[in-house]
């Protein structure tokens, strides 16, 4: 049976996978609307990043149907893991509606039949247990379609980089790293904090990992922003954030130097309030890269949480028990 150990140590084989992936010619575009929901949803908020570097425009669009603005010079991107995504299965229809261009990312499912039938392109990405652990593939796909567009620049040479980077931390201090980290932020809820940009995304993934594989509840919160209200939030209880709660500060040398800088001192103020406030920097040059490098030490973590509250990290009950109650009512 494979493991979400097993799973996670395929990243930099997935992200090569993408670099060398053969993408169907897509429609020029100015801008971009990248449509999904959790694990698949995520490749969207970094393809933002991706794009914002190079001066382009993708919004991420985690709902139903598709925001009203959207017009005949963007290019949706739909992706959904299992093919069968209720809110991204809407977007589907609404792109279409719209006489909009149209990819879909996917494993195949309801939205690879769609597409046979209207003749809208899809990639085809490898199927995974779970769509978290499909980081790369739907990552670096999605990546590669909007390359296609002209929205971002190249990407196999950025998407290389990052399968070389994650790979050094999986075989190297990765798994010592997030073995020191679980052991301060265990039985605690955690928060993570990241600047604009990669580490904020990063962040993000931290807090879904956590949760989807710990099964622990986690919260991400971006800097600067929480200079402006979050901080205020631990001054009231100290004795019981100190017990009840670790941060992490993601940093990315790609940041504002006003915001690592806020960073430092944030992680300051906080260190009398909560457990932990540990730092994981990036590492790589390009801008997935850097991500990754961020991503996959909380994907550790998120494990080795699990191993410590003999949590299975593969299953998503709640979830599908949700989708069964959710399938059985009426609106």
């Known amino acids: 049976m494979t493991t979400m150990l097993q799973l996670v140590q395929q990243l930099p084989e997935q992200l090569r996978w993408a670099a060398d992936l053969q993408i169907p010619d897509t ?40 925001p ?4 005949s010079e963007d290019l949706v991107v739909a992706v959904s893991h299992s093919g069968n995504t209720e809110e991204t299965a809407t977007s589907v229809s609404a792109a279409l509606a719209g006489g909009f261009a149209l990819v879909g990312v996917t494993t195949g499912g309801a939205m690879a039949e769609r597409a046979a039938e ?12 779970q769509p978290r652990a ?29 399968a070389d980077v994650t790979g050094a931390i999986l075989d190297g ?26 580490a904020s995304v990063a962040a993000n993934r931290w807090k879904t990992q956590i949760n989807e594989n710990a099964k622990a509840p986690a919260a991400w919160v971006p800097l600067p922003e929480a200079d402006h209200n979050d901080i205020v939030g631990w001054t009231a209880h100290p004795d019981f954030s100190a017990g009840s709660f670790g941060a992490v500060f993601l940093s990315d040398s790609g940041d504002h130097p006003r915001v690592s800088l806020r960073g430092r001192l944030t992680r300051r103020l906080m260190e ?3 457990d932990g406030a540990e730092v994981v920097a990036s590492r790589g040059i390009s801008t997935v890269a850097r991500l990754f490098s961020l991503t996959v030490v909380g994907d550790l973590v998120s494990l080795a949480l699990a ?3 003999a949590s299975d990290p593969m299953p998503v009950d709640i979830i599908e028990d949700f989708k069964i109650r959710l399938a059985g009512e009426s609106e």
Not at 68 to 71: Q, S
Request: glycine share 16%; with cysteine.
């Open 68 to 71: 009203r603005w959207v017009g």
């Open 118 to 129: 209207v003749g809208f392109s899809t990639v085809v990405v490898p199927p995974c247990p």
């Open 134 to 162: 499909a980081f790369g593939h739907l990552v670096g796909a999605t990546l590669r379609v909007l390359e296609s567009a002209g929205i971002v620049g190249p990407q196999s040479e950025d998407l290389r980089e990052a």
């Open 307 to 309: 191993e410590r509250s």
């Open 27 to 66: 429609p020029s575009a100015e801008a971009a609307i990248v449509a999904g929901m959790g694990g698949s949803g995520i490749a969207g908020d970094v393809a933002a990043v991706v794009a914002e570097e190079a001066g382009r425009r993708v919004v991420v669009h985690k709902s139903y149907d598709l």
């Open 173 to 198: 201090e990765g798994p010592e790293t997030a073995a020191r980290l679980a052991e301060a932020l265990a039985g605690r809820m955690t928060v993570v904090y990241g600047g604009s940009g990669p």
């Open 272 to 274: 009398g309030m909560v």
